[in-house]
Each structure stands twice: as structure tokens, then as C-alpha cells.
């Protein structure tokens, strides 16, 4: 997450929607860029208001993916981080040995993309929420949510909302490459991602 006081904008990080580019942009550009004290990066949005009500005040964005290919992306994300743990690579190691809670439960699943989804999204809260629910909070909802799909119009917006020059090509950072997302299921796994996101699908029209 990130807040510009400001600026009055707290932008809330879904996790593998392209927020570290985000992150980024607020880190470089933007002054005053602050996080929530004792929130996580991927803090859902009522939390981050729990230890700071007057960020309700603030514009607050976020983004969202295709729930089908966000999990592809993340637990590619996962199988690279421990191969390379596992492998001893030292900025893998310390990666995982300094955020034990945070990677070790995602770990379990890093060789098998079939468990992470049918296991992983009721194992761990994080995996399992619906990106709706990070986004939204009981006394507040995000202003505006952008897409991966159409990141780049939609980056532009928040850059415009900050005061920002819009720009012709956004850098990116983190962006993996696996393939095809559509490649990675099966009917089980298709369907228990569907179940699972069954808010985002509805709420941003989202398919297989």
C-alpha cells in the first residue's frame, strides 16, 4: 500500500495485480509517499482504515485481474522464489528466511499449481480472498479499481488523479512470463477458481 497525505490518496495493493509497479510510480514520483504503520503491504482495505480512520477521507484505489490468470501468476511466482530457495541462491534465501510466515504457507504448494489452487485458497486467507474484499471495507469502498487488462489507460488515471504527467509507456516491475494462464487448469481446477473468486467474476466480468 501506499498514502499521499498530501494528495488525500491511498492506493490499496491486491497482491499480483500489478502493484508493485504502483508502488513504484508513488516511491518515485510522489513526495510525501508513506505506508500505513504496522499494516501489510497487501493489507485489505478495512484493516488499513482500522489503524488510520481518516484515510476514509483520502481518494482510494486499487487494481484487480482475472481471477483464473492471477492465480497462474502468483504461484509462478511462488515455484521461482523456492526453486531458487531451494537451490540455496542467497536473495532467495533471505527472502524467504527473513519473511518466514509470509512465504513458508505458499511454499507447501511451490511444486504443484493444482494443490495451490484446490488447497492453498482454503489453507491460506490471503490466497482465498476475493479480491472484492481487500478493495472493500464495511464503511467504505474503493473509489476506483483498474484493471491488469487495461493497466496502462488505467495507470495513467491514477497518475493524472496524483498530478502526474500520463505517460506513453509505463515501466513495469515484477511482470512474469509463464505462458498461457488457460494452459495451467484442468475442469477441477477451473471450477474451484470460479467458486473461490465467484465476487470478482461477477463484480468486473471476468471469464475463463
Known sequence: MRVSDSRRVLFVHVPKTGGSTIDLMFDREVGDTRRVDGRARHAPLGRLLAAEPQLADYWIFG???????????????????????????????????????????????????????????????????????????????????????????????????????????????NKSSHGAYQDYYNEVTRRKVAEVYAEDIEAFGYEF
Not at 74 to 79: D, H, K, P
Not at 148 to 167: K, S
Request: no cysteine; net charge neutral; aromatic share 12%.
Open 63 to 173: 487494481f484487480v485481474r482475472n481471477p483464473w490468470a492471477r492465480m497462474v501468476s502468483w504461484w509462478s511466482m511462488v515455484n521461482k522464489v523456492f526453486t531458487a530457495y531451494e537451490a540455496g541462491e542467497p536473495k532467495a534465501v533471505k527472502k524467504v528466511e527473513t519473511y518466514p510466515d509470509a512465504w513458508l504457507p505458499e511454499g507447501e504448494f511451490a511444486h504443484d499449481f493444482d494443490a495451490f489452487v484446490l488447497e492453498g485458497t482454503a489453507k491460506i486467507a490471503k490466497v482465498g480472498r476475493p479480491q472484492v474484499h481487500t478493495l472493500n471495507a464495511k464503511e467504505r469502498s474503493a473509489d476506483f479499481v483498474g484493471t491488469i487488462e487495461n493497466f496502462h489507460d488505467d495507470a495513467n488515471r491514477v497518475r493524472e488523479r496524483l498530478g502526474l504527467t500520463p505517460l506513453d509507456k509505463l515501466p513495469r516491475r
